[in-house]
């Protein structure tokens, strides 16, 4: 039986599928073979789902058994680092206990990013997606009212994935403060070849292989063209590419992904949104520098150029 010794627990739109992407290329490195397999999630959430439809249910929790999650690794052989990366892990209630109950002896990486940045982005992609039809502000003062308790037809909140020191110290009352490492996207934005090679040394294995880091994955942004964007994300499409052979799913990405990057647009965030949220948000970062010993206080910087970042800067998602 193969199961993971190491956990990417998110966060969302903080680099974490350019990760799970680059950690794939190490021939030492075998990760599941969904990307979110959000299986202790399910575990601590499937209570609450008698509401949700199936199709959403299956999107959301598309390893729902001890089985199937065993089977995500059946590739892995005799891989000395063996991982999956699921960032509704990181904020969910619950899911630290699940995770040690089952793993105890894992090892957890986390990526941040600042929290104001981040909640923008994941605004834009549920825009672009069709599933969040409101207007940013208004979605904040929805969210305020939830607290933890997310309500799962939200998917995950554009807020409550940013208190990050609220949401690391579940896991670091179970796990060692030495096997959870915490990494910044501003880090893996400015030197992607670093950071990666930093999570090797981690868990262990060559930190010398070379590596292929020019692509970037999942854009953030808002679609000019929503019926272009409803095309190639349709339920139909994604169940096809997941079937695809990784060769023929190559050839694909070729041609989608920059049609993909035309269609997308980075438009600022509402100034007073900015505002409220760095507010928010600002006691959890505050806590967040004395854990990492390091200076977050950009993250706290009201005016910093949110949605004029470059192309291949925002996509590093």
Known sequence: MTLPNFIIIGAARCGTTSL???LRQHPDIAMSDIKETNYF????EKDRTADVPVRRLEEFYPVRTWADYQAQFGHAGSCPAVGEATPRY????GVAECIHAHLPEVRLIAILRDPTRRAWAH??????????????MEVIEDELQWHE???????GGCLVQGFYHRNLMRFLKLFPRERLLVLLHDDLRSDADGTVRTIFRFLGVDDGVPLDLSNRFAPAGMAQSTALEALMTNPISAAIERNMPRSMLKAVHLVSKPLRRRNTVRPKIPPEAETMLREIYRPDIRALETLLDRDLRTWLARGSKLGQEPAAVEALT
């Open 20 to 22: 799970y992407e680059y």
């Open 41 to 44: 999630a399910w575990e601590v």
């Open 90 to 93: 990181q904020f969910v209630p």
């Open 123 to 136: 605004y834009m992609v549920k825009h672009r997606l069709g599933r969040e039809p409101r207007g940013f």
């Open 149 to 155: 308790n997310v309500p799962l037809a939200a998917g």
